[in-house]
């Protein structure tokens, strides 16, 4: 059904000794709400500590869903660490802008976070899903291409938007840019790093407004230049890459044999057990099982 994941305790063991604190592997194709319980449950088994190491592999999801996780690694570590050996991207970007430190490899990956909203009209030929920043930057694109007075382009963007895109479509992006732009200053401010609000606001919209795809694939040094605190750590990003490489085999639909066979979308590992979360087409609902006592 998917890679065996056994040497990933072992690998754990060895970033505990390379690296102060607890480490968590915590992988997911999309991050939901329905996470939270079972990563409860598994930070309660390492307790309160004093540096929490989250290895971290994500490829997006809900971004009220980053917003509970990393709430709640928050509650159970005085510093945090995400460790990110690869894919860190959309949601788990915004989570991570809740870390003290981002250990990032030299393939780690990153996003932009500015939100879309899939389209109604994809079907008919029209894009599968519409970017805030699509829409944002419509007036001035006017200003840019074609010419257009500022105040003509602002003027007339409206109106032009309103007879292809529903009114209150536009309002639901305008939402979930401020929804994104408002949990990405919480997380900020709740950093041990001495900015003020004003450093984290340019950090926040830095992040929502300065990239010119969704899909733009951030560097480390990309992050940095944001103003996160990332760091480099030789020793730490090998071993995360060895674990990055078996929970990429280890999740997703594009694990499976078979297009009818049952797939795993999320892993929660520590150094003496781990849980994996299997998915079916046919099944009603997730399932967690245990990975064992090391592996």
């Known amino acids: 059904m998917s890679a065996d994941v056994s040497g990933v305790f072992a690998a754990i063991r060895r970033l505990e000794q390379q690296r102060p604190g607890r480490v968590i592997v915590f992988g997911s194709t999309a991050l939901d709400i329905d996470l939270l319980p079972s990563l409860y449950e598994t930070l309660g088994g390492i307790g309160h500590v004093e540096c929490l190491n989250v290895v971290l592999f994500c490829r997006g999801g809900s971004v009220n869903a980053a917003r509970r996780i990393a709430l709640l690694l928050r509650e159970f570590a005085d510093r945090l660490c995400f460790v990110v050996p690869h894919f860190c991207e959309s949601a788990g970007t915004v989570m991570t802008l809740v870390a003290d430190e981002i250990v990032a490899g030299p393939l780690a990956i990153f996003s932009p976070t500015d939100p879309h909203l899939a389209a109604a009209d994809s079907a008919g030929g029209g894009p599968s899903a519409l970017s805030s920043q699509d829409v944002r930057l419509f007036a001035q ?61 340019q950090i926040a919209d830095t992040l929502l407004f300065e990239f010119h795809s969704h899909t733009f694939a951030l560097t480390r040094d990309d992050l940095a230049r944001a103003g996160l605190n990332v760091a480099r750590d030789a020793a730490a990003e090998t071993t995360a890459w060895e674990i990055a490489r078996t929970i990429r085999a280890s999740i997703g639909a594009g694990s499976r044999q078979t297009l009818e066979g049952d797939w795993y979308d999320a892993v929660l590992i520590t150094r003496d057990e781990g849980i994996r979360r299997r998915r079916g087409v046919d099944a009603p609902a997730a399932v967690w099982e245990a990975l064992g006592a090391r592996g």
Do not use: K
């Not at 992006?173 to 997380?187: D, G, K, P």
């Open 141 to 201: 694109m006017g200003q840019d291409w074609f010419g257009m007075e500022r105040q003509s382009a602002n003027e007339r963007a409206l109106p032009q938007l309103c007879e292809s895109i529903f009114p209150t479509t536009l309002t639901s992006l305008y939402r979930c840019t401020r929804e994104v732009q408002a949990i990405s200053r919480e997380l900020l401010a709740l950093r041990r790093d001495g900015q003020d609000a004003a450093r984290h606001a």
